[in-house]
């Protein structure tokens, strides 16, 4: 059944590599709506994406990217259409998806989706989930519902491991852009984007700095 406002298309079309030959700001919003397949050996959960962030490369101080190239950022310089995965907070993963153009550093943070295959097995894996709007509602439950981790890092969509599947756009008047959330550079800069209404979109979060206690 399509999305109300959805934009008719073939759903399971795949996405070729030159839709990620783009900047990463062109590439997000466009995101939105699309399926995201990941097999993993115990099997395969799909996701429809519902928020996204676009970050660059040496000109976005929010971006991993933006002080050169790392043993751990490596894949962001490298061509479009491949996995970026991350390691934070001691415990979490964070899933991109690498833009162009050419192997300019860009890509996009999957923020969060609906889980529309495989929904118990992501259930299996996100178990403190209270609700299925919850599965894949954040960057590091989604991950979990898809059975990322840093071992999939480098992997090419279109590969066995990855497929982005053309989706059901939202309507034009659905998309929403925003401030990026959590983080603490380049905060207000407008490259979040999401659906309008969705419920598995993740709540708006600022970066809030850590304040000293005071000395004794």
């Not at 209270?130 to 992997?155: F, W």
Request: charged share 25%; hydrophobic share 35%; with cysteine.
């Amino acid at each position: 059944m399509s999305k109300p406002g959805a934009v008719p298309s073939e759903p399971r079309t795949p996405l070729t590599t030159e839709f990620f030959d783009r900047p990463s700001p062109e590439v997000a919003p466009e995101l939105l709506g699309r399926v995201l397949a990941c097999t993993r050996p115990d099997g395969e959960v799909a996701v429809r994406i519902t928020e996204v962030e676009a970050y660059t490369g040496d000109t976005d101080p929010a971006s991993h990217a933006y002080r050169g190239r790392t043993a751990r950022n490596a894949v962001m310089f490298g061509p479009p259409g491949f996995v970026y995965v991350y390691f934070t907070y001691g415990m979490h993963f964070c899933m991109n998806l690498v833009t162009g153009p050419g192997t300019a550093a860009g890509a996009v943070l999957l923020r969060a989706g609906e889980v529309v295959d495989g929904i118990d097995l992501a259930r299996e894996r996100r178990r403190s989930a209270r609700r299925d709007i919850e599965l894949a509602q954040g960057p590091a439950r989604l991950t979990q519902a898809l059975g990322v981790d840093r071992a999939q890092d480098g992997e090419p969509l279109g590969g066995p491991v990855f497929r982005i599947l053309s989706g059901e756009p939202p309507a034009p008047t659905l998309i929403r852009q925003g401030p990026r959330t959590g983080i603490a550079q380049a905060a207000d800069v407008e490259l979040r984007f999401w659906i309008d209404g969705d419920p598995t979109v993740s709540p708006y979060r600022r970066h809030v700095p850590k304040r000293r206690k005071p000395d004794a």
